[in-house]
T-cell receptor
Framework: SAVISQKPSRDICQRGTSLTIQCQVD?????MFWYRQQPGQSLTLIAT?????????ESGFVIDKFPISRPNLTFSTLTVSNMSPEDSSIYLC?????????????FGQGTRLTVV | GEDVEQSLFLSVREGDSSVINCTYT??????LYWYKQEPGAGLQLLTY?????DMKQDQRLTVLLNKKDKHLSLRIADTQTGDSAIYFC???????????FGPGTRLSVLP
């Protein structure tokens, strides 16, 4: 199995500022993903974090707003830039272990962001 | 695009069975999942099923898949208060990647 730690677990931020969320996995993973869960909504995939190259963004999400880094196989960051109240959500990191381990996709506990 | 639908709320009495239903639109879905989200926690994978299966049982959990109708259900036998959570149905074409989630069903277990 894998343990995914996200920091911070929650934050309250002023509009116009940026917040960087960290995701640390305790083992090397092949793929890492960032999801957003808006209040009362389901989860939406923001992007796939690619190690050593630019992230792959889903429709409706852009790099300028959600820059992502993945410097190695166990760590990724998501930045929510120039925040507005509409960015208030839970942001979740997900990781997929190598196929040989034949196991599940793991999720972090989420970062609850409130923009005021 | 792909869509996954679920009823938003379900209440059952402790000891009864719970059945949470889900429908999806993507006929290319290969994997279908049920995730549980407890307050303040991340998502926990309960079970998943390949699209070429019609049933999977794991202890108190039974998953039924009707691929023709694109309908998935999760049955929890002998529901306990600890089962109170939000249950997400999800689908993907590749395992563990590019999930499309339903809105989640909030299960309340009454004493």
């Amino acid at each position: 199995s894998a343990v995914i730690s996200q920091k911070p677990s929650r934050d309250i931020c002023q509009r116009g500022t940026s917040l960087t969320i960290q995701c640390q996995v305790d083992s090397q993973v092949t793929m890492m993903f960032w999801y957003r869960q808006q209040p009362g909504q389901s989860l939406t995939l923001i992007a796939t974090a690619n190690q050593g190259s630019e992230a792959t963004y889903e429709s409706g999400f852009v790099i300028d707003k959600f820059p992502i880094s993945r410097p190695n196989l166990t760590f990724s960051t998501l930045t929510v830039s120039n925040m507005s109240p509409e960015d208030s959500s839970i942001y979740l990191c997900s990781a997929l272990l190598p196929p040989r381990l034949n196991t599940e996709a793991f999720f972090g506990q989420g970062t609850r962001l409130t923009v005021v | 695009g792909e869509d996954v639908e679920q009823s938003l709320f379900l209440s059952v009495r402790e000891g009864d069975s719970s059945v949470i239903n889900c429908t999806y639109t993507d006929s290319s879905s290969t994997y279908l999942y049920w995730y549980k989200q407890e307050p303040g926690a991340g998502l926990q994978l309960l079970t998943y099923i390949f699209s070429n299966m019609d049933m999977k049982q794991d202890q108190r959990l039974t998953v039924l898949l009707n691929k023709k109708d694109k309908h998935l259900s999760l049955r929890i036998a002998d529901t306990q208060t600890g089962d109170s959570a939000i249950y997400f149905c999800a689908e993907s074409r590749d395992y563990g990647q590019n999930f499309v989630f339903g809105p989640g069903t909030r299960l309340s277990v009454l004493p």
